[in-house]
């Protein structure tokens, strides 16, 4: 077989670079080979096992794929040799192609606890089998525990709690969500998780799992012994890059090296999405982010460069946007926290804002927000914000994204003209953002 | 008395300056004049006659206010001598002051209807006192018929037929909404409406209100008889600007005549909000804009700018970024809508989108999205957006109206990294706002 432009991999970085070279190129014949029969939509997935109480119902069509004309392979491609340009399949086909794309995405991080091989212990794999067998065993239980406080962590601990599950959450660092959040977001997470029923073990690692063949309880350094008839190994992912180092192209432990336009060190290969390494867009600094939003963002800029270069159309750095949510609290974060400011050295100064999400606060409905917004302290520049609110925190968080792209100060995004509504957003006297940033102003201009 | 700002108009406008005049120069005395005890949220009007039930709930706190140290005054303007820089108050008072504000406001245009000054027939008055009354009769009654389908009639016929009021629209126009909305969103609003059991009556005209002392029937030109317990004049406003003609300053039909500083035809004299003139972003035309979070833009810089300018802080031209609901349907528009491009002689492209607000679409309260983007044809500049969907619409606009005023075009756009999430944005795969751009992205650079 022959194309155009393969792309290995099914997941959204894989299906957007390939929907964005068909619009691109619309005469370039593209290949996905993806080893699944079906994929499901990645960031759904903590939300099988309360919510939809299915599979399918996670799953991502291939009805735009199939309607732009982009062929689908179900197999693995199991060897490249980019000198003859070729991938071959475990089926045992060969594919000849022009430009590669490889979207090979993430595996789970297994921690290195005793127990972890016990039935009804389970890493979280995209993988429709694996997560049906997780269902059925979740579905068949009371107690489940989860190993790991981040997002995936904290999102199935949501939403098994709402759904009256027994919920344990385990973190080894002082707060949940640690990593992307400043202590009093975390905090905010924390009070709404309990209010849902899970119980917080924070700041404590697990020293094994016990069971005979089925996994019994999970035990803390300091004895502590949590029953569960589940247990979720929400420990983090590493980058799929075994295919790209035997390839002979360049691996950080962070992912495969990509430059600005996501061309690996081989100029007919592109890598995009977690399998690919980013930059921080402030510490400059590599890092792996593993989010379906940076992986697609990454595959529109690759899907568009494959045969011609925009220079405009460039990853100048991964910003780094998160949402999330617990219960009916929502959360976002865009670029730098504090902690990681201070620690990278950053000369900053901080806003802060209190608002509601409704105005008058008599709406039924209305949220409080607090907004805590970052920038430099010469100049004023974004550097990052954290939000805490209801559920419009998804696209506010954006607005902050946005500014941190554009290159705004806080004097430049005081200017800026604000749509309001009484039930849609905070008040036009009071904008969240607004507001943090003239909190922040007067620190950066005192006089 | 004697103060170095004076503000007069207690509406958002005059707030915000007041409270950014005392951010930006705390040493100065701020002062407040106002007609009003209390002062209503303006947008939240509609929302006081079947949601809050009360006016009272729609009441902006004075508390902000006096923590920063601002004096409020409860009495009104009733000259300007802008010369000796003192103002009379109908209560006897002067008060000397330095700088200048006009936050005037604006009032009810009342149409030239035969019957619209019969008992139960009410315009839409930001007064507290004026609002009770209104309440007052709309909850003695059954039939509430509304005339001028613009945001305050369709959000009153929102909140009225939802809270079990006979509800019928009328408009002059094709459609509701047609100042703000090109025709196919203007048709999900009057959808939504109608499921709402609102009657609607549009491109026809009110020939008579009927009643003997209390309003009965509002006639049509067509002859049909709608009867009516209360009828609701929502037929626009004008700016308030006789205290400014009678002081000397340059007025036009749009309001008192200001610059990018916010400043009228007197260097002492600032005005914000709807009795000032605005220029469109984009016509770059004068016109009249009276949204709220458009006034509280310009108080920002107005406030900012009193005693020292600071030049970035200007108002570049009014974007214009609404958002409304009906129902459960959210609506946003920033900047031109096609039909305003196209009758202004603008070359545009046009680019569409439709995804879900939630992903997978399985979840809960799902909702569709449409997005329609103007951009320009050469350069690809944005020209203007609307978007329908649930209620992240009135955060999602907000990022249109930033590219707009950041001069984004449609290629830097696409490159935005945006963050999502299962239950707070559309996928990560299809971002509404980005599948638009490279619709539109296709047609600026067709190969």
Same mark, same amino acid.
């Given at each position: 077989?022959?194309?155009?432009?393969?792309? !290995?991999?099914?997941?959204?970085?894989?299906?957007?670079?390939?929907?964005?070279?068909?619009?691109?190129?619309?005469?370039?014949?593209?290949?996905?080979?993806?080893?699944?029969?079906?994929?499901?939509?990645?960031?759904?997935?903590?939300?099988?096992?309360?919510?939809?109480?299915?599979?399918?119902?996670?799953?991502?069509?291939?009805?735009?794929?199939?309607?732009?004309?982009?062929?689908?392979?179900?197999?693995?491609?199991?060897?490249?040799? &980019?000198?003859?340009?070729?991938?071959?399949?475990?089926?045992?086909?060969?594919?000849?192609?022009?430009?590669?794309? @490889?979207?090979?995405?993430?595996? +789970?991080?297994?921690?290195?606890?005793?127990?972890?091989?016990? *039935?009804?212990?389970?890493?979280?794999?995209?993988? +429709?089998?694996?997560?049906?067998?997780?269902?059925?065993?979740?579905?068949?239980?009371? *107690?489940?525990?989860?190993?790991?406080?981040?997002?995936?962590?904290?999102?199935?601990?949501?939403?098994?709690?709402?759904?009256?599950?027994?919920?344990?959450?385990?973190?080894?660092?002082?707060?949940?969500?640690?990593?992307?959040?400043?202590?009093?977001?975390?905090?905010?997470?924390?009070?709404?998780?309990?209010?849902?029923?899970?119980?917080?073990?924070?700041?404590?690692?697990?020293?094994? !799992?016990?069971?005979?063949?089925?996994?019994?309880?999970?035990?803390?350094?300091?004895?502590?012994?949590?029953?569960?008839?589940?247990?979720? @190994?929400?420990?983090?992912?590493?980058?799929?890059?075994?295919?790209?180092?035997?390839?002979?192209?360049?691996?950080?432990?962070?992912?495969?090296?990509?430059?600005?336009?996501?061309?690996?060190?081989?100029?007919?290969?592109?890598?995009?999405?977690?399998?690919?390494?980013?930059?921080?867009?402030?510490?400059?600094?590599?890092?792996?982010?593993?989010?379906?939003?940076?992986?697609?963002?990454?595959?529109?800029?690759?899907?568009?460069?494959?045969?011609? !270069?925009?220079?405009?159309?460039?990853?100048?750095?991964?910003?780094?946007?998160?949402?999330?949510?617990?219960?009916?609290?929502?959360?976002?974060?865009?670029?730098?926290?504090?902690?990681?400011?201070?620690?990278?050295?950053?000369?900053?100064?901080?806003?802060?804002?209190?608002?509601?999400?409704?105005?008058?606060?008599?709406?039924?409905?209305?949220?409080?927000?607090?907004?805590?917004?970052?920038?430099?302290?010469?100049?004023?520049?974004?550097?990052?914000?954290?939000?805490?609110?209801?559920?419009?925190?998804?696209?506010?968080?954006? @607005?902050?994204?946005?500014?941190?792209?554009?290159?705004?100060?806080?004097?430049?995004?005081?200017?800026?003209?604000?749509?309001?509504?009484?039930?849609?957003?905070?008040?036009?006297?009071?904008?969240?953002?607004?507001?943090?940033?003239?909190?922040? &102003?007067?620190?950066?201009?005192?006089?």
């Amino acid at each position: 077989m022959k194309t155009d432009v393969l792309v !290995i991999g099914g997941g959204p970085s894989g299906i957007v670079t390939a929907l964005t070279a068909k619009q691109r190129y619309p005469g370039k014949e593209v290949t996905i080979v993806r080893r699944e029969g079906y994929v499901v939509v990645p960031c759904g997935i903590p939300y099988i096992f309360g919510t939809l109480k299915s599979v399918e119902k996670d799953r991502i069509s291939d009805e735009g794929l199939k309607k732009k004309g982009v062929n689908i392979v179900v197999d693995e491609v199991i060897d490249l040799n &980019l000198k003859s340009k070729k991938a071959r399949l475990r089926g045992g086909e060969e594919i000849l192609f022009d430009k590669l794309v @490889l979207a090979t995405g993430s595996k +789970p991080s297994i921690p290195p606890i005793k127990g972890v091989e016990l *039935r009804n212990v389970f890493p979280v794999r995209k993988d +429709p089998e694996h997560l049906k067998a997780m269902l059925e065993a979740i579905q068949g239980s009371e *107690r489940v525990t989860i190993i790991g406080g981040g997002f995936i962590g904290v999102e199935f601990a949501d939403d098994l709690a709402s759904a009256g599950y027994k919920v344990t959450l385990i973190e080894l660092l002082p707060h949940i969500l640690a990593l992307s959040f400043d202590d009093e977001f975390c905090e905010l997470a924390e009070a709404k998780l309990r209010e849902l029923g899970v119980e917080l073990r924070t700041g404590t690692k697990v020293v094994r !799992i016990e069971g005979k063949e089925e996994v019994e309880a999970v035990v803390l350094e300091n004895g502590e012994r949590i029953k569960s008839d589940v247990v979720i @190994l929400a420990t983090g992912a590493k980058p799929n890059t075994e295919l790209a180092e035997k390839a002979g192209l360049r691996v950080s432990r962070y992912g495969v090296e990509v430059d600005e336009y996501l061309r690996t060190s081989h100029p007919d290969v592109f890598a995009v999405g977690d399998c690919a390494e980013k930059r921080d867009f402030f510490t400059r600094k590599p890092k792996s982010v593993m989010l379906a939003s940076v992986a697609t963002a990454e595959a529109r800029i690759a899907g568009a460069n494959l045969y011609k !270069i925009t220079s405009f159309r460039q990853m100048r750095g991964t910003v780094g946007i998160f949402a999330t949510k617990v219960g009916d609290l929502a959360l976002g974060a865009a670029g730098l926290i504090e902690r990681v400011a201070k620690r990278e050295g950053f000369d900053y100064v901080v806003g802060t804002s209190k608002v509601l999400d409704k105005h008058p606060g008599a709406l039924p409905g209305a949220h409080e927000v607090r907004a805590k917004l970052i920038f430099t302290r010469h100049g004023g520049f974004f550097l990052g914000g954290q939000l805490a609110g209801g559920f419009t925190i998804g696209e506010m968080i954006n @607005l902050i994204g946005f500014a941190i792209e554009a290159g705004f100060t806080a004097a430049q995004y005081m200017n800026l003209q604000i749509g309001t509504h009484p039930f849609l957003t905070p008040p036009p006297t009071a904008p969240a953002t607004l507001k943090a940033t003239e909190d922040a &102003l007067r620190k950066i201009y005192p006089d």
